[in-house]
Structure formats: C-alpha cells, structure tokens
C-alpha cells in the first residue's frame, strides 16, 4: 500500500516568488493536512482538506493557500515567499477529518533564499 | 507560555539504557496524548496513542499520562540504535469532524550509542 507521496522533495525559491506543494494520500484516505516544520517552531498546523473543502485553519497569513481536488489530492501553494518560509512542509492523510492518527509524507523541503 | 513544552535535547545514551521523554503542556482541554517518531529526512510516525490518564504499553515503549500534573511521557527500555531519531509529543482536545488540530512539542533529538 502506497504511502503519503509528496512532491517534490527539495526546492530551491527566491524572495517573493510563489511555490505550489502536491500531496498524494493514501488510497481511501479523505482528509489531508498541512504542517510547516521548522527548528524554533517545532510543527505547526497550517490547514486541513476534507472532501475538497477546508475544515480547519492554523494561524498563518493568507500568503498561504490550499486545495484539495476529487481524488484527494491536495496542494498548497505560498505566495510572495519571505525568507522565514524556508521549511519542511509536510502532509499528512487520514480516513476521516480531525483524526489524531496521522500518516505523514516525507515532506517538501523549500529554501528561500 | 507556548502550549507544550518539550526539551529539545539532544539526548545521548548507550545502548540499553532506560530512556524518559516527557511533555508538558498548559491547556487542560487536551485528552488525545500521541507520541511520534521521526527519523532523518522522513516524517513523523505515529508511535504511541492515548486518551486521558494513564499508561499504555508497547514492546519497549510505555505513554505515561498524568492529566493532574499536566505531564506526559515516553519511556522507552532496553534503547537500541534504531531508536536514534527525534520524538514528538501532540496533543489534542477532541477527535472526529470539526475537531482540533494536533498541537506538537519541537521535538526531542534521542542518540543511542552502540
């Protein structure tokens, strides 16, 4: 059973241009979220998709968007990125919305520079 | 004063040691206590799960919860060298739609020398 794919893996953006992150869930699993990881945050919740409507949202700008399409399929994209952007994103899937157990993707590695 | 704490570590012991973890944290409303693990260059996985006070064990693996004090940990025993990684309390006050969002401890950064 395939797991949470994200792509890609390493990214490389400049001050104020905009990145697009895709995630895959695991087949059958209809929530997906989004977490930003960095060392003096620690993870924090971005948002969650469930059935193509966002059902949640953490504490970040509007620079920060999402979607989710029909089969799942989520991405996240941020716009006019700062240098504080630079981050492990990560996605993470599960059957159903506000679950606790979560299946985390390898996350998306972008750095602002 | 941020909702969990977690001491980042890192944390080097030898192989066999008896190793603690622990998490505190300020809002009362949490019930869902987890414990993940995350080893380099991969996400998070879930390694403990429990709901309100007590203990649950797995293996060498033992969640202890303490609502009272507001506490939670990680015993893991006989530590070996694939327990190397970075341990992550989350915590959440509800589970099911329109529930809250996990909140994370940044992490503790565990070593296990051979």
């Known amino acids: 059973k395939a797991g949470v794919t994200q792509t890609p893996r390493y990214l490389i953006k400049t001050r104020g241009q905009q990145v697009t992150l895709s995630c895959s869930p695991i087949s059958g699993h209809r929530s997906v979220s989004w977490y930003q990881q960095t060392p003096g945050q620690g993870l924090q919740f971005l948002f969650e998709y469930f059935s193509e409507t966002q059902r949640n949202k953490g504490n970040f700008p509007g620079r920060f968007s999402g979607r989710q399409f029909s089969n799942s399929r989520s991405e996240m994209n941020v716009s006019t990125l700062e240098l504080g952007d630079s981050a492990l994103y990560l996605c993470?899937?599960?059957?159903?919305?506000?679950?606790?157990?979560?299946?985390f993707g390898a996350g998306s590695r972008l750095t602002v520079l | 004063q941020k909702e969990v704490e977690q001491d980042p570590g890192p944390l080097s012991v030898p192989e066999g040691a008896i190793v603690s973890l622990n998490c505190t944290y300020s809002n009362s409303a949490f019930q869902y206590f987890m414990w993940y693990r995350q080893y380099s260059r991969k996400g998070p996985e879930l390694l403990m799960y429990?709901?309100?006070?007590g203990n649950k064990e797995d293996g060498r693996f033992t969640a202890q919860v303490d609502k009272s004090s507001k506490y939670i940990s990680l015993v893991i025993r006989d530590s070996q060298p694939s327990d190397s990684a970075t341990y992550l309390c989350?915590?959440?006050?509800?589970?099911?739609?329109?529930?809250?969002?996990?909140?994370f401890g940044k992490g503790t950064k565990l070593s296990v020398i051979p």
């Open positions: 993470a899937s599960s059957f159903d919305s506000g679950a606790n157990v979560l299946t």
């Open positions: 989350a915590m959440s006050g509800t589970s099911g739609a329109g529930s809250y969002q996990l909140t």
């Open positions: 429990t709901y309100s006070s």
